[in-house]
């Protein structure tokens, strides 16, 4: 009997088909094959020219090990090399602590952590937007994909251009092949900007050698580019040429006033009378300027008009008027004569220097109401506070809506509890966002703490970098980097 079961069961096996799949469990779920961690590619001194001409695309950081933006970047920079791993893309970090003779960091003219540069075959293209993983990797497809510049090898073939597209930039080589730098630059504008036509020639002379024209519908004569050939410079040239004297303050004209090459002069307007015939005075005197200067304008009509006063700091409800903005300076007019004279005789006034620069700043704390060891500091008294106080300052720098500085405050009053006693330090801190302050240090990430010793004339902000947010680690940092007394 043992053996009859023993033979029923082996047939039984034998009779199914091996080829089968077995039916699964209708309550079950499926095992997800865990995907591979792809890590970015150790760069070094010794591999790092193999790395670019073994991968047709390959993106590197370039990256200090002391650098806090490089720490603050280095997860975004893992979630970059994932996701650039599924188009192709290859990412590599380097870092410069491990080339001591500054190899690959003056090949290809490193100045600044962290600098991100992306090689397609071979050709280096260095990114300058918004540090993200997203923008990053967007800008990369845009190189990799987006249209290449038309070659015009006839006139009959530029007159069609001419005809297919309203805007036109024209790049007339220097020579008969792709060894050109300026090409390089012109190419990588033409493959992340979509508001021109990009056109070049080597072999078919249309203008001067090595030259950059613009070319409208609207406009019978072409324009030619005269600036250093750079990125931003072509970008501010084309808005130049799009745009009106003075554009409304959006998205696409802030590139352009804000630039910094030439002053601005921005017009914040309601919708009284005063404002009207501001709005006119104001139009009528920049076609008297408009070589020397930028000039914009912004109604309260515009969905972005309060978010530009906040950012500039000049909300105070005042209107109309006028901001002057050169190179992150702000000057600002309120009036009362707005016509074409009373504006003519405030840009005569910036000019000669005359107009006292104004800073955003919460407004002046009144000490005698603090009941706390932290001694709060705005912009309005951040000199006087850091820059020359005459004892050590340990400063923290927050803002508002951190949830980090929300934990980290009880610990910072537990900090300034233990120095309380000391009359050598000041324990402060300032809500970085809503005060602006002309120093040399800006905080990289909140909370971020960092010392101002007296001892050194210069003010260099010595940064916390402890890992761990404690009352010990940065009690620690105090008494190894100044004199703490009992």
């Given at each position: 009997m043992k053996f009859?079961?023993?033979?029923?069961?082996?047939?039984?096996?034998?009779?199914?088909?091996?080829?089968?799949?077995?039916?699964?469990?209708?309550?079950?779920?499926?095992?997800?094959?865990?995907?591979?961690?792809v890590h970015p590619i150790v760069a070094l001194p010794t591999n790092i020219d193999t790395l670019i001409s073994g991968h047709p695309l390959i993106l590197i950081e370039f990256y200090a090990s002391w650098c806090a933006p490089c720490k603050q970047f280095a997860p975004?920079?893992?979630?970059?090399?994932?996701?650039?791993?599924?188009?192709?893309?290859?990412?590599?970090?380097?870092?410069?602590?491990?080339?001591?003779?500054?190899?690959?960091?003056?090949?290809?003219?490193?100045?600044?952590?962290?600098?991100?540069?992306?090689?397609?075959?071979?050709?280096?293209?260095?990114?300058?937007?918004?540090?993200?993983?997203?923008?990053?990797?967007?800008?990369?497809?845009?190189?990799?994909?987006?249209?290449?510049?038309?070659?015009?090898?006839?006139?009959?073939?530029?007159?069609?251009?001419?005809?297919?597209?309203?805007?036109?930039?024209?790049?007339?080589?220097?020579?008969?092949n792709i060894n050109d730098p300026n090409y390089w630059t012109y190419f990588e504008m033409s493959k992340t900007n979509s508001n021109a036509a990009f056109a070049f020639s080597y072999l078919f002379p249309i203008g001067k050698?090595?030259?950059?024209?613009?070319?409208?519908?609207?406009?019978?004569e072409k324009k030619q580019f005269n600036q250093a050939f750079t990125k931003q410079n072509i970008e501010r040239f084309l808005l130049q040429n799009q745009l009106p004297d003075v554009p409304q303050l959006n998205?696409?004209?802030?590139?352009?006033?804000?630039?910094?090459?030439?002053?601005?002069?921005?017009?914040?307007?309601?919708?009284?009378?005063?404002?009207?015939?501001?709005?006119?005075?104001?139009?009528?005197?920049?076609?008297?300027?408009?070589?020397?200067?930028?000039?914009?304008?912004?109604?309260?009509?515009?969905?972005?008009?309060?978010?530009?006063?906040?950012?500039?700091?000049?909300?105070?409800?005042?209107?109309?008027?006028?901001?002057?903005?050169?190179?992150?300076?702000?000057?600002?007019?309120n009036g009362p004569d707005f016509t074409v004279k009373g504006i003519k005789n405030f840009i005569f006034d910036f000019r000669q220097g005359k107009v006292e620069k104004f800073i955003?700043?919460?407004?002046?704390?009144?000490?005698?109401?603090?009941?706390?060891?932290?001694?709060?500091v705005v912009a309005l008294n951040y000199e006087e506070e850091v820059i020359k106080n005459k004892k050590d300052v340990l400063l923290e720098f927050y803002a508002s809506w951190c949830g980090a500085c929300k934990q980290f405050k009880p610990l910072y009053d537990q900090i300034a509890y233990e120095l309380r006693d000391n009359p050598n330090i000041v324990v402060a801190q300032i809500n970085a966002p809503d005060n602006e302050i002309s120093d040399v240090y800006q905080p990289h990430s909140y909370p971020d703490v960092v010392l101002f010793r007296v001892a050194d004339k210069q003010r260099k902000a010595i940064p916390w970098k402890g890992e761990n947010r404690t009352v010990e680690s940065v009690l620690e940092f105090v008494r190894n980097n100044t004199i703490v007394t009992k």
């Open positions: 009859k079961l023993i033979f029923c069961f082996i047939a039984l096996l034998l009779a199914q088909d091996p080829t089968q799949t077995p039916v699964q469990d209708e309550n079950s779920n499926p095992v997800e094959t865990p995907q591979p961690v975004e920079y893992q979630q970059l090399t994932e996701k650039a791993s599924k188009h192709s893309i290859a990412c590599a970090a380097y870092d410069s602590q491990r080339d001591p003779d500054r190899y690959a960091l003056e090949k290809f003219k490193i100045s600044s952590f962290p600098t991100f540069i992306f090689f397609m075959d071979g050709k280096p293209f260095q990114f300058t937007g918004q540090r993200s993983a997203d923008s990053i990797l967007q800008w990369m497809l845009q190189l990799v994909n987006g249209p290449n510049p038309t070659e015009i090898l006839t006139q009959d073939q530029f007159n069609q251009f001419l005809n297919d597209n309203d805007v036109v930039l024209f790049y007339q080589g220097s020579e008969n050698p090595g030259r950059l024209y613009y070319y409208s519908k609207e406009i019978s998205e696409q004209s802030e590139k352009l006033v804000y630039s910094g090459a030439t002053p601005a002069f921005i017009l914040f307007s309601s919708l009284d009378e005063q404002s009207i015939k501001a709005e006119k005075a104001f139009l009528e005197t920049a076609q008297l300027f408009k070589k020397t200067y930028q000039f914009s304008y912004a109604k309260i009509t515009d969905e972005k008009f309060f978010d530009q006063l906040n950012q500039l700091g000049a909300d105070d409800n005042v209107f109309p008027k006028i901001i002057a903005w050169n190179q992150g300076l702000k000057y600002k007019y955003k700043s919460e407004p002046l704390p009144d000490y005698t109401q603090e009941n706390t060891y932290v001694r709060k």
